[in-house]
């Protein structure tokens, strides 16, 4: 008797003889192909779409009788091949190649049109077509007026995503037209809602300034008789070492600015904005509000009677910075509460493990993983389709795993360098992506919490050097008209490689009064909280004075997080700590070895229960002050001029002379009858080995009127003082 035959003895399929494919309308192709000769018998045929850049896009399977199939969601204008497998229990057959093909068809559509007014015009602004047809050759932009006739009309790039349509009466109301237009034809219009051009504000009518605690108060008189209103005021002061620039609302006409560095001369300059721009400013002389430290030039007030909050440990969060080899005790003494990871990485994986810490996962760097191919990374806007898929396989993957993420970070550091495939990266595009994301993450996850929009910086509106940045104010009207209610906003603090107010603390407390005064005029976007992902500029994060500084003004601004950053450098003692297990640089290359800088947020960890009031007399001069439940005062004072090459080897600015070494006075305002017994260690400034605190021998103190001073006598710029204060 004979055994009956094995499937395996069943021969493979023969590879089909031809195969041809034809470019179809709306994103399709059709695969025709003829069968091979010899071998076994296919139960099926399987057709694989190829893009040239990413690979294989998708898949259709067809009866074993079939000679033909038809592959959808292809992105018109982009050039495929198709492979074809003969198919049976054995295996598949080698596959049958077609020619190049490209499918084609007019554009659909343009997406989400939106208005805003200018002088005399408007700015339009819109997303591209879902699906392109044939490659884009520019659009058509018209204004309409109420009975729907176009009265002016440009046209725009193929990868523009705004145009500006000029000529027309201030005051008055239009719609805007959006045409795509390729080789084929054109979309169907897509129309706006209206807009109105409008003149920039009038100055404003007059401008005082007056001192304050901490700072100086302004208040000015919009112009009445102005032909539009403001949507909000710029409030400028500036002195011979000192900026800061603060906004207020529409109908606001005073602004208190504080903190601020005591006895300087400030010009206030007020300005007044809208949709179309800033009208003129006027001014006013004021030197803002002195406390203690009249007539030191390095002087720090401490109020210990007067508490503005709790501190609790704003800035304790940690990006990457984290592997196996870290040293386990050294990461404990930061008693890190939140924490910024790539998902999966060492760090997540760590931070899942440390009770009470909140993970923010980012989005964009698992797509950085998923969409690169060739060494190109593909833009999720050049396959809308396949970039919400990836969002919700991954949401639901990482709920699957029960893998831990408090807030989705939907896209780091939106750049237009980001994505080296695809239509190159406009606001609109970004705005795009952004609700896309959300929307995914919310169809699989319904009670997930997501942030946006981590730019490298706060830009805000108007930015002329930047006309396709993401910023603030854009952002949340795009948000408060698609109803995406983020459950925090974010933003990198890095500087812009520019010395003074660019890289000074002070910017911190500006960006975020600026983002809660926009946030106010948006109450349908609820109350987010306010990331701060990334802080300290490349120049001076491994210097102990500015992370100090950078501390002290997170605190004094009441973010919700914040944690540190890293950097990678060509030059200098250490490259690359962005992948390695240094905490975010705060160790040596070798994981366990700490620089001054650890020691810095090692003590701010340890700064617990009231936050006092503070003063400064000098912008490079930041002090941070708490008083725990047991009494006992802590008090952490930071020097940080700019970037100096003598005292940081990652300076990239040519600064020649080093700020010399001057004695820094800090005023603890005890009370009658009381005395103080203090304790000083400090971290030198160094991006070196810093084993441990150094003890200092020579501060004197005394007590007179109620105010018990300290005189460090020798601070070098980037130094820390760690003063521990008993009053009995």
Same mark, same amino acid.
Request: glycine share 10%; with cysteine; proline share 7%.
């Given at each position: 008797?004979?055994?009956?035959?094995?499937?395996?003895?069943?021969?493979?399929?023969?590879?089909?003889?031809?195969?041809?494919?034809?470019?179809?309308?709306?994103?399709?192709?059709?695969?025709?192909?003829?069968?091979?000769?010899?071998?076994?018998?296919?139960?099926?045929?399987?057709?694989?779409?190829?893009?040239?850049?990413?690979?294989?896009?998708?898949?259709?399977?067809?009866?074993?009788?079939?000679?033909?199939?038809?592959?959808?969601?292809?992105?018109?204008?982009?050039?495929?091949?198709?492979?074809?497998?003969?198919?049976?229990?054995?295996?598949?057959?080698?596959?049958?190649?077609?020619?190049?093909?490209?499918?084609?068809?007019?554009? $659909?559509?343009?997406?989400?049109?939106?208005?805003?007014? #200018?002088? =005399?015009?408007?700015?339009?602004?819109?997303?591209?077509?879902? =699906?392109?047809?044939?490659?884009?050759?520019?659009?058509?932009?018209?204004?309409?007026?109420?009975?729907?006739?176009?009265?002016?009309?440009?046209?725009?790039?193929?990868?523009?995503?705004?145009?500006?349509?000029?000529?027309?009466?201030?005051?008055?109301?239009?719609?805007?037209?959006?045409?795509?237009?390729?080789?084929?034809?054109?979309?169907?219009?897509?129309?706006?809602?209206?807009?109105?051009?409008?003149?920039?504000?009038?100055?404003?009518?007059?401008?005082?300034?007056?001192?304050?605690?901490?700072?100086?108060?302004?208040?000015?008189?919009?112009?009445?008789?102005?032909?539009?209103?403001?949507?909000?005021?710029?409030?400028?002061? $500036?002195?011979?070492?000192?900026?800061?620039?603060?906004?207020?609302?529409? $109908?606001?006409?005073?602004?208190?600015?504080?903190?601020?560095?005591?006895? #300087?001369?400030?010009?206030?300059?007020?300005?007044?904005?809208?949709?179309?721009?800033?009208?003129?400013?006027?001014?006013?002389?004021?030197?803002?509000?002195? +406390?203690?430290?009249?007539?030191?030039?390095?002087?720090?007030? *401490?109020?210990?009677?007067?508490?503005?909050?709790?501190?609790?440990? #704003?800035?304790?969060?940690?990006?990457?910075?984290? =592997?196996?080899?870290?040293?386990?005790?050294?990461?404990?003494?930061?008693?890190?509460?939140?924490?910024?990871?790539?998902?999966?990485?060492?760090?997540?994986?760590?931070?899942?493990?440390?009770?009470?810490?909140?993970?923010?996962?980012?989005?964009?760097?698992?797509?950085?993983?998923?969409?690169?191919?060739?060494?190109?990374?593909?833009?999720?806007?050049?396959?809308?389709?396949?970039?919400?898929?990836?969002?919700?396989?991954?949401?639901?993957?990482?709920?699957?795993?029960?893998?831990?993420?408090?807030?989705?970070?939907?896209?780091?550091?939106?750049?237009?360098?980001?994505?080296?495939?695809?239509?190159?990266?406009?606001?609109?595009?970004?705005?795009?992506?952004? #609700?896309?994301?959300?929307?995914? @993450?919310?169809?699989?996850?319904?009670?997930?919490?997501?942030?946006?929009?981590s730019m490298t910086q706060m830009l805000w509106v108007g930015?002329?050097?930047?006309?396709?940045?993401?910023?603030?104010?854009?952002?949340?009207?795009?948000?408060?008209?698609?109803?995406?209610?983020?459950?925090?906003?974010?933003?990198?603090?890095?500087?812009?490689?520019?010395?003074?107010?660019?890289?000074?603390?002070?910017?911190?407390?500006?960006?975020?009064?600026?983002?809660?005064?926009?946030?106010?005029?948006?109450?349908?976007?609820?109350?987010?909280?306010?990331?701060?992902?990334?802080?300290?500029?490349?120049?001076?994060?491994?210097?102990?004075?500015?992370?100090? +500084?950078?501390?002290?003004?997170?605190?004094?601004?009441?973010?919700?997080?914040?944690?540190?950053?890293?950097?990678?450098?060509?030059?200098?003692?250490?490259?690359?700590?962005?992948? $390695?297990?240094?905490?975010?640089?705060?160790?040596?290359?070798?994981?366990?070895?700490?620089?001054? @800088?650890?020691?810095?947020?090692?003590?701010?960890?340890?700064?617990?229960?009231?936050?006092?009031?503070?003063?400064?007399?000098?912008?490079?001069?930041?002090?941070?002050?708490?008083?725990?439940?047991?009494?006992?005062?802590? *008090?952490?004072?930071s020097r940080h001029a700019s970037c100096v090459k003598a005292?940081?080897?990652?300076?990239?600015?040519?600064?020649?002379?080093?700020?010399?070494?001057?004695?820094?006075?800090?005023?603890?305002?005890?009370?009658?009858?009381?005395?103080?017994?203090?304790?000083?260690?400090?971290?030198?400034?160094?991006?070196?080995?810093?084993?441990?605190?150094?003890?200092?021998?020579?501060?004197?103190?005394?007590?007179?009127?109620?105010?018990?001073?300290?005189?460090?006598?020798? *601070?070098?710029?980037?130094? *820390?003082?760690?003063?521990?204060?008993?009053?009995?």
């Open positions: 008797m004979f055994a009956p035959p094995s499937r395996a003895a069943v021969a493979k399929p023969p590879k089909p003889m031809v195969a041809v494919a034809i470019g179809g309308l709306g994103g399709t192709a059709t695969v025709k192909w003829t069968p091979g000769m010899g071998g076994g018998a296919p139960t099926a045929y399987s057709v694989m779409a190829h893009e040239q850049n990413f690979g294989f896009t998708s898949l259709v399977t067809a009866c074993a009788s079939c000679r033909s199939a038809v592959l959808t969601g292809l992105i018109n204008g982009r050039t495929y091949l198709f492979s074809v497998y003969a198919v049976n229990a054995s295996g598949a057959s080698a596959a049958a190649t077609s020619t190049a093909v490209l499918p084609s068809s007019a554009p $659909t559509i343009p997406q989400d049109v939106r208005v805003d007014g #200018r002088a =005399n015009s408007l700015r339009v602004a819109w997303v591209p077509p879902v =699906n392109e047809g044939a490659p884009l050759t520019g659009y058509r932009v018209s204004a309409l007026d109420a009975s729907g006739a176009s009265v002016a009309t440009v046209t725009a790039c193929a990868a523009c995503t705004s145009a500006i349509v000029g000529g027309l009466a201030n005051g008055a109301s239009y719609r805007a037209s959006v045409v795509a237009l390729n080789a084929i034809g054109s979309s169907p219009p897509a129309t706006s809602a209206a807009g109105t051009p409008t003149a920039v504000p009038a100055t404003v009518a007059s401008v005082q300034a007056v001192p304050a605690p901490g700072g100086l108060t302004v208040s000015w008189s919009p112009d009445s008789a102005g032909a539009t209103a403001p949507d909000r005021f710029l409030v400028q002061a $500036t002195a011979y070492d000192s900026f800061s620039q603060w906004y207020a609302c529409a $109908t606001c006409t005073s602004l208190t600015m504080a903190p601020l560095p005591q006895g #300087r001369t400030y010009d206030v300059k007020v300005f007044a904005h809208n949709s179309a721009g800033y009208g003129p400013g006027r001014s006013a002389g004021v030197v803002s509000g002195s +406390g203690s430290c009249v007539g030191l030039s390095l002087c720090a007030d *401490v109020d210990t009677g007067t508490t503005t909050g709790p501190a609790v440990g #704003r800035a304790q969060g940690l990006l990457l910075g984290y =592997n196996a080899s870290t040293n386990s005790t050294l990461l404990n003494g930061l008693h890190v509460n939140q924490w910024r990871v790539s998902l999966g990485s060492s760090a997540h994986l760590k931070a899942e493990t440390m009770p009470g810490v909140s993970i923010t996962g980012s989005l964009s760097d698992a797509w950085r993983s998923s969409a690169t191919s060739g060494g190109k990374l593909q833009a999720p806007w050049a396959n809308w389709p396949r970039y919400v898929s990836f969002v919700k396989q991954l949401v639901q993957q990482m709920k699957n795993q029960g893998r831990r993420v408090d807030y989705w970070d939907i896209q780091n550091e939106p750049l237009p360098t980001e994505f080296s495939a695809g239509p190159v990266p406009t606001a609109e595009l970004w705005y795009e992506q952004y #609700r896309v994301a959300y929307e995914a @993450i919310k169809s699989v996850d319904p009670g997930a919490k997501i942030v946006g929009p930015d002329a050097n930047a006309p396709d940045a993401v910023d603030v104010p854009t952002f949340m009207n795009y948000a408060d008209a698609h109803n995406l209610r983020f459950d925090a906003y974010s933003w990198h603090e890095l500087g812009i490689g520019q010395a003074g107010y660019y890289d000074s603390p002070q910017r911190i407390v500006d960006d975020v009064q600026a983002f809660r005064t926009e946030v106010a005029r948006h109450p349908n976007l609820g109350t987010p909280k306010v990331f701060i992902n990334e802080v300290q500029p490349p120049n001076g994060f491994l210097v102990p004075g500015q992370v100090g +500084g950078v501390l002290a003004a997170l605190e004094l601004s009441n973010v919700d997080q914040a944690n540190s950053t890293c950097h990678q450098y060509a030059t200098g003692p250490t490259i690359g700590m962005c992948d $390695t297990g240094t905490l975010d640089g705060m160790l040596l290359d070798d994981q366990t070895t700490p620089r001054g @800088i650890y020691w810095v947020r090692q003590q701010y960890a340890t700064m617990t229960g009231d936050r006092l009031a503070t003063l400064s007399s000098s912008p490079s001069l930041s002090v941070f002050a708490t008083r725990p439940a047991d009494g006992v005062y802590k *008090v952490m004072v005292v940081n080897v990652y300076c990239n600015q040519t600064t020649t002379a080093t700020p010399a070494a001057a004695p820094v006075t800090l005023k603890l305002r005890t009370g009658t009858d009381r005395s103080a017994v203090v304790d000083v260690r400090m971290v030198p400034v160094g991006v070196g080995a810093q084993p441990a605190l150094n003890d200092v021998l020579d501060a004197t103190t005394s007590t007179a009127g109620g105010l018990t001073s300290v005189t460090l006598p020798s *601070v070098k710029d980037g130094d *820390v003082y760690l003063l521990t204060v008993t009053v009995s």
